[in-house]
């Protein structure tokens, strides 16, 4: 299979009273719709997220967003878009949304969508992250029960992870609770014509 170039990304600068914000702009690719569909998918979660914050009215509020590129390969773009933002209390609060994209379409791929129909992946991502969570010893607010059927994930060195957000499965201090699962544990149940098919060793 014949792949293009890795996307460019750059970081565009936004700033408005108390915030700072890094926003990933790609271009390079050779549709321009599916360009345009992904910065503009981009942009939206980046305001959701600013949104979610909620008021920045504390004299000491503050906010800061950034980004992190996790896969930009094999026509496949994984990112992290951060917002932390102090608005009084005890301490700020960091939100994490990921986003992966075809880069020769635009699509944006929710979690259901990297696997076959009826394939279970609810289950069989939920028993590994059980697995992992007793293995590294992580203590949990709660007994873990089920990962959502459209839970946040990335993809990154060959692998699906899965997180949380803070104080939804650990305590605050643990940070984002990550969940990498090698494609190959998953191969059976895989979308092939996916962003994870394409990160099987075979392809």
Do not use: C
Not at 46 to 67: C, H, K, T
Not at 130 to 137: E, G, N, V
């Amino acid at each position: 299979m014949a792949f293009q170039f890795p996307a460019v990304v750059q970081a565009s600068r936004i700033t408005f009273p108390k915030a700072e914000i890094w926003v990933p702009v790609v271009s390079g690719l050779h549709n321009a719709a599916a360009r345009n569909s992904i910065n503009g998918k981009i942009r939206q979660t980046v305001r959701e997220l600013i949104e979610n914050q909620g008021s920045l009215s504390d004299p000491r509020a503050d906010m800061q967003g950034y980004f992190e590129v996790k896969t930009n390969e094999k026509d496949v773009l994984s990112l992290s878009l951060f917002n932390y933002a102090y608005t009084g209390g005890a301490h700020g609060l960091t939100l994490q949304e990921s986003l992966t994209f075809d880069t020769t379409t635009g699509k944006s791929y929710a979690l259901a969508e990297l696997f076959k129909p009826g394939s279970g992946y609810v289950n069989r991502i939920s028993d590994i992250v059980k697995t992992q969570i007793a293995t590294r010893q992580i203590a949990t607010l709660d007994p873990f029960q089920s990962i959502r059927p459209d839970q946040p994930y990335y993809i990154a060195d060959r692998s699906l992870v899965v997180y949380f957000a803070l104080y939804e499965l650990t305590p605050y201090a643990f940070g984002f609770p990550y969940f990498p699962i090698p494609v190959y544990d998953l191969s059976d149940i895989i979308n092939p014509n996916g962003p994870l098919g394409r990160m099987d060793v075979n392809n």
